[in-house]
């Protein structure tokens, strides 16, 4: 296939416009579950659960406020883009 046919695919495309960390965490996300909504709803908790082991409690309350934020607005992006999630996770 033609490498410009190949970028302009649509699921490349979305996979190119998502957010780096996202990226990074479906590529490192590992899952036995067969039906996309539950491997969607296991990588939601992924997720959270990669950012929430980051807000430890010795840490400032500006530093945890920060991750709080960065994992609340990765779960927003998430449940927004739902559909290119399930479609990458898929692969």
Same mark, same amino acid.
């Given at each position: 296939m033609h490498l410009l046919?190949?970028?302009?695919?649509?699921?490349?495309?979305?996979?190119? @416009?998502?957010k780096p960390e996202i990226k990074?965490?479906?590529?490192s996300f #590992?899952?036995?579950k067969k039906n996309r909504r539950e491997r969607y709803n296991e990588f939601?908790?992924?997720c959270f659960s990669a950012?929430? @082991?980051?807000?430890k409690p010795k840490l400032p309350d500006?530093?945890?406020? #920060?991750y709080i934020i960065m994992r609340d607005n990765m779960i927003k992006y998430l449940i927004a883009h739902e559909q290119e999630v399930i479609d990458q996770l898929s692969r």
């Open positions: 046919k190949l970028i302009s695919h649509p699921f490349i495309i979305k996979f190119i @416009d998502m990074e965490l479906i590529k #590992k899952s036995n939601l908790y992924y950012y929430d @082991d980051k807000v500006k530093v945890k406020n #920060k």
